[in-house]
C-alpha cells in the first residue's frame, strides 16, 4: 500500500518528467532566420503559421530584393556577412552567390515559376498587351511606366524593351522603382501602367492587373532556396526547404499566382 509520502514522491517525478520534457522540446525547437524577395513573399507568408505549428520552429522573416542597391537586398546582406538560415530569391541571382561562396553549394532548391504581369489602377482603361505589337502600342503610348529593381524590372529595361525597338522613346517616361511594391505607385495615380512579378502585384489594393506579358515577351523566372554560409541552423533551414518545395506548399503558391518549379535532381 502506497503511503501519502510515496503519492508525493510520485507526483514530483512526474512533474521532473514534465519540465524535462517541456524544456528538452524547447532545446530542438530553433530559431530560423529567412529573407524572402518579394516574389515567393504572399506565398510564404501563408505557409509559416503551418510550418511552425508543425515543427515548433520559429521563423525569423525579413525582406529584400534578389539584386539591386537597395540596404536590404540579399547579396548585400551576404556581402556584410550577415547571419541569414534561408536565402529565397531569383535563382540566377543565387547561383550567382553560390558561385561567389556566400551560399552553400549544392543547397539550392527550386521553390517556384514566376511570371511577369502589368497593371493598372484599379477601374482604368485596361489597355490591350495580348501580343507584342499590341503590348509595344501600349508602352508608346502611357503616360508613365515604372518597374522593379530586381529580376522583372532588369529583364524589361535591359533586354525587352530594347528587343522591342522603343527603349529610347520611352526612357523619359519609365521609372525604376526600388524597395516598394511598384503596384503601390499605380495605386496612388502618379504612375499609370507598371510591371511586376504577377505574385507581388496581387496583394497590391487599389490596382487591377491587366494580364501577364504575352508570349514572345514574358520571361518566366524560377525563384530559389538556398543556405547561405553564414546560416546558424543550416539543417533546420534545409528541413524548412524541403517542406517548402514539397506538395504541402503547393495550394499556397499556385493561390499567389506562382506555379510550383519542376522537380529537378542536384
Same mark, same amino acid.
Given at each position: 500500500?502506497?503511503?501519502?509520502?510515496?503519492?508525493?514522491?510520485?507526483?514530483?517525478?512526474?512533474?521532473?518528467?514534465?519540465?524535462?520534457?517541456?524544456?528538452?522540446?524547447?532545446? /530542438?525547437?530553433?530559431? &530560423?532566420? =529567412? @529573407?524572402?524577395?518579394? +516574389?515567393?513573399?504572399? #506565398?510564404? %507568408?501563408?505557409?509559416?503559421?503551418?510550418?511552425?505549428?508543425?515543427?515548433?520552429?520559429?521563423?525569423?522573416?525579413?525582406?529584400?530584393?534578389?539584386?539591386?542597391?537597395?540596404?536590404?537586398?540579399?547579396?548585400?546582406?551576404?556581402? /556584410?556577412?550577415?547571419? &541569414?538560415? =534561408? @536565402?529565397?530569391?531569383? +535563382?540566377?541571382?543565387? #547561383?550567382? %552567390?553560390?558561385?561567389?561562396?556566400?551560399?552553400?553549394?549544392?543547397?539550392?532548391?527550386?521553390?517556384?515559376?514566376?511570371?511577369?504581369?502589368?497593371?493598372?489602377?484599379?477601374?482604368?482603361?485596361?489597355?490591350?498587351?495580348?501580343?507584342?505589337?499590341?503590348?509595344?502600342?501600349?508602352?508608346?503610348?502611357?503616360?508613365?511606366?515604372?518597374?522593379?529593381?530586381?529580376?522583372?524590372?532588369?529583364?524589361?529595361?535591359?533586354?525587352?524593351?530594347?528587343?522591342?525597338?522603343?527603349?529610347?522613346?520611352?526612357?523619359?517616361?519609365?521609372?525604376?522603382?526600388?524597395?516598394?511594391?511598384?503596384?503601390?505607385?499605380?495605386?496612388?495615380?502618379?504612375?499609370?501602367?507598371?510591371?511586376?512579378?504577377?505574385?507581388?502585384?496581387?496583394?497590391?489594393?487599389?490596382?487591377?492587373?491587366?494580364?501577364?506579358?504575352?508570349?514572345?515577351?514574358?520571361?518566366?523566372?524560377?525563384?530559389?532556396?538556398?543556405?547561405?554560409?553564414?546560416?546558424?541552423?543550416?539543417?533546420?533551414?534545409?528541413?524548412?526547404?524541403?517542406?517548402?518545395?514539397?506538395?504541402?506548399?503547393?495550394?499556397?503558391?499556385?493561390?499567389?499566382?506562382?506555379?510550383?518549379?519542376?522537380?529537378?535532381?542536384?
Amino acid at each position: 500500500m502506497k503511503t501519502i509520502s510515496d503519492r508525493r514522491f510520485g507526483g514530483v517525478k512526474v512533474l521532473a518528467l514534465a519540465c524535462a520534457l517541456f524544456t528538452a522540446a524547447s532545446v /530542438r525547437a530553433a530559431e &530560423i532566420k =529567412v @529573407v524572402t524577395s518579394g +516574389a515567393f513573399t504572399a #506565398a510564404y %507568408l501563408k505557409l509559416v503559421p503551418e510550418y511552425e505549428r508543425a515543427t515548433h520552429d520559429k521563423l525569423v522573416t525579413e525582406f529584400g530584393p534578389s539584386m539591386g542597391t537597395t540596404h536590404n537586398a540579399i547579396p548585400l546582406r551576404l556581402e /556584410r556577412g550577415e547571419a &541569414i538560415d =534561408v @536565402v529565397i530569391m531569383a +535563382a540566377p541571382a543565387l #547561383a550567382d %552567390l553560390i558561385k561567389q561562396g556566400k551560399v552553400r553549394a549544392g543547397s539550392r532548391v527550386d521553390l517556384v515559376q514566376s511570371r511577369i504581369g502589368m497593371a493598372v489602377k484599379a477601374g482604368a482603361l485596361k489597355p490591350d498587351i495580348s501580343t507584342i505589337d499590341a503590348l509595344k502600342r501600349t508602352l508608346l503610348a502611357a503616360k508613365s511606366i515604372a518597374y522593379s529593381d530586381s529580376a522583372s524590372g532588369v529583364y524589361l529595361s535591359t533586354e525587352l524593351f530594347p528587343k522591342l525597338g522603343i527603349a529610347e522613346q520611352i526612357r523619359g517616361k519609365s521609372r525604376k522603382i526600388e524597395a516598394d511594391p511598384v503596384g503601390e505607385a499605380v495605386a496612388r495615380g502618379e504612375i499609370e501602367i507598371a510591371f511586376q512579378q504577377i505574385s507581388e502585384l496581387r496583394p497590391v489594393k487599389g490596382i487591377d492587373i491587366v494580364g501577364p506579358l504575352p508570349p514572345g515577351a514574358q520571361r518566366v523566372t524560377v525563384f530559389a532556396a538556398g543556405i547561405p554560409a553564414t546560416a546558424k541552423q543550416p539543417a533546420e533551414a534545409k528541413a524548412l526547404i524541403k517542406w517548402l518545395a514539397s506538395p504541402a506548399a503547393y495550394a499556397a503558391i499556385k493561390e499567389s499566382g506562382l506555379e510550383p518549379a519542376p522537380a529537378v535532381s542536384r
